[in-house]
């Protein structure tokens, strides 16, 4: 059954367990406190789909996933690194807050970038006429990533129930 939140959530319980399917293109994130469970599930897709077992889930969508007897820890340290190389502030002055103070932005406030293909891979608003507060709010909020960069969230095994695979879908 498709999730009501999200298009690409599937969800499928029973009396013994429920499991989680999130689809993103090709790629699959399969999710239970059943092994069984999601053992039958790949075994079923695998005979509709050519598919490529990655096994348990290491890095999706930017996240990178670290498995431990302890627990799950998700972190971006990754992609916030190539961020940071894109922007050129990998030895960049570190700041202690992600924004200034008070700031606000707007489409008009500041002088329009005279080169926005510096700005533009690294956001997702004002991509058609970003100004010099756009940029300069980007690269404080870079700058306060250089210090949090291995910051993430950890899940305690003994709160965490369901086994994450990952799974690809191939041709």
Same mark, same amino acid.
């Given at each position: 059954? &498709?999730?009501?939140?999200?298009?690409?959530?599937?969800?499928?319980?029973?009396?013994?367990?429920?499991?989680?399917?999130?689809?993103y293109?090709?790629?699959?994130?399969?999710?239970s406190?059943?092994?069984?469970?999601i053992q039958?599930l790949?075994?079923?897709?695998?005979?509709?789909f050519?598919?490529?077992?990655l096994?348990?889930?290491?890095?999706?969508?930017?996240?990178?996933i670290?498995?431990?007897?302890?627990?799950?820890?998700?972190?971006?340290?990754?992609?916030?690194?190539?961020l940071?190389?894109?922007? !050129?502030?990998?030895?960049?002055k570190?700041?202690?807050?992600p924004?200034e103070?008070?700031a606000?932005?707007?489409?008009?406030?500041?002088k329009?970038?005279?080169?926005?293909?510096?700005?533009?891979?690294?956001?997702?608003?004002y991509?058609?006429?970003?100004?010099?507060?756009h940029?300069?709010?980007?690269?404080r909020?870079?700058?306060?990533?250089?210090?949090?960069?291995?910051? !993430?969230?950890?899940?305690s &095994?003994?709160l965490?129930?369901f086994?994450?695979?990952?799974?690809?879908l191939? !041709?």
């Amino acid at each position: 059954m &498709a999730s009501y939140y999200d298009s690409a959530l599937f969800l499928h319980r029973t009396d013994k367990c429920t499991i989680l399917l999130l689809l993103y293109v090709d790629d699959m994130i399969i999710t239970s406190d059943n092994f069984i469970g999601i053992q039958e599930l790949k075994d079923f897709l695998s005979q509709q789909f050519e598919m490529k077992d990655l096994g348990h889930l290491s890095y999706f969508l930017g996240l990178e996933i670290t498995h431990s007897t302890d627990g799950l820890y998700i972190t971006q340290a990754k992609y916030a690194s190539e961020l940071l190389s894109r922007a !050129g502030l990998i030895d960049s002055k570190t700041v202690d807050t992600p924004v200034e103070l008070n700031a606000h932005l707007t489409l008009t406030r500041g002088k329009p970038l005279s080169n926005p293909s510096l700005y533009r891979p690294l956001v997702s608003q004002y991509l058609s006429a970003p100004r010099s507060t756009h940029y300069a709010a980007i690269l404080r909020i870079l700058r306060y990533l250089i210090d949090t960069l291995f910051y !993430g969230l950890f899940y305690s &095994a003994s709160l965490l129930l369901f086994s994450v695979h990952f799974l690809m879908l191939i !041709g």
